[in-house]
Nanobody, 114 residues
Framework: QVHLVESGGGLVQPGGSLRLSCAAS????????MGWYRQAPGKQRELVAT???????NYADSVKGRFTISRDNAKNTVYLRMNSLKPEDTAVYYC????????WGQGTQVTVSS
């Protein structure tokens, strides 16, 4: 069993930045991959970014060049740095981890608005 806790969401103006964190309840060293998804009101949950145990990353086209995913195995934490935020980035952001099974956090709200 793995518990994931997201933090770092909030209200930010267009063009601003946020850093989301996802803390796991145990070592993430062996996790196949971890990632971030998001779900906007009335829309399906969509992939934002993933990072494998080897450090390979993958991004949705809509966030390439603006978002960066990283992991700190020593802190059992995955981060999502979000720059140049747009109103369409507004959503609940969920952390996920795959290690045998898939695990999800409770989500953190990101609102981009002036």
């Amino acid at each position: 069993q793995v518990h994931l806790v997201e933090s770092g969401g909030g209200l930010v103006q267009p063009g601003g930045s946020l850093r989301l964190s996802c803390a796991a309840s145990r070592s993430i060293f062996s996790f196949v991959y971890m990632g971030w998804y998001r779900q906007a009101p009335g829309k399906q949950r969509e992939l934002v970014a993933t990072i494998t145990s080897g450090g390979s990353t993958n991004y949705a086209d809509s966030v390439k060049g603006r978002f960066t995913i990283s992991r700190d195995n020593a802190k059992n934490t995955v981060y999502l740095r979000m720059n140049s935020l747009k109103p369409e980035d507004t959503a609940v952001y969920y952390c996920t981890a795959v290690v045998g099974s898939s695990y999800w956090g409770q989500g953190t709200q990101v609102t981009v608005s002036s």
